[in-house]
């Protein structure tokens, strides 16, 4: 982590600070001043995911250019994904201009020219994520850059992430974070490429339930650790799963039985019914005995003495 506080520079150095402090922050940029003033607070605080740089700014107004002279000088190829928090944003790249307001998000390719236009005090949360992350996703096709998103729809999936995984610290393990960013690629690409590509709620649904099925065992599988592994809030994990067959929990619920069925079903598995169903999380081997019965037709004690479950395959 680290934090560029401009304001404790005097303030006859501010502004020349600043343009430095974003520079080692993002990429190569030029900002301009459009308001008079002796000073120009601002902060800069980043924080690394895994391979993604996230970043929470607060400033004043000005003209921020990435041109030619600056695109040659960067290193590297990135894609900023900048959620607004407070102010406005004018933004222009590839031919593309649009205002982004607060709760909005935009996205620019820094291998080409964009600019930015903030016409007062304004703060983003911005996450520089690398090509190699969306472009495999994205299949030849490229993100919408310069476009302003809406936090509604597919896009409030986005809006959601970019504003909570800002809070993910150093406490969640590297394996987590990795799975993070993936989803947060995952349902960028869905929402920003310019062509048709699946619902991104369905592509987090389908990134859900993968470690789910990694996990059935996990006393952590519940609606608040799904929420602190995605990076998203409850609303958004059960808006999620809206279209699905079943909500959240009925899912959870159905994949532990049917984990349970298949271990109860083949003999060379060890152990009781119970100490089985307990492995998967049932702890109330009275109620499991009463959810399986309902969900197959037959009851644990039946499918291990050789009974089949019915609709297993539903």
Known sequence: MAVWDVASRPEPDQFGYWHEVICRAFVPLTPRRTTPGAGFAARVETRTLHDVERALIASQPQETAHGPREVARTDGAFYFVNLQVEGHCRTRQGGTESVVGPGRFTIVDTTEPYWFDFDGPWRMVSYRLPHALLDARLGGARPQVGRCFEATGAGAVVASMLSTLWEVDG??????????????????????????????????????????????????????????????????????????????????????????AVLLADPVTPGTVTAIAASLGFDDPASFSRAFRREFGCTPSEVRDGASPRGMHS
């Open 171 to 260: 406490s969640t393990g590297p394996a987590a974070t990795a799975e993070l960013e993936q989803a947060l690629a995952s349902a960028v690409t869905a929402t920003t490429a310019g062509r048709a590509v699946e619902d991104p709620r369905e592509t987090l649904r389908a990134e859900i339930l993968r470690d789910v099925r990694r996990r059935l065992g996990d006393p952590s599988l519940t609606v608040a650790g799904v929420c602190r592994r995605f990076g998203i809030s409850a609303r958004t994990l059960h808006a999620t799963f809206a279209g699905a067959e079943r909500p959240f929990a009925a899912t959870v619920r159905r994949m532990r039985l049917e984990c349970c």
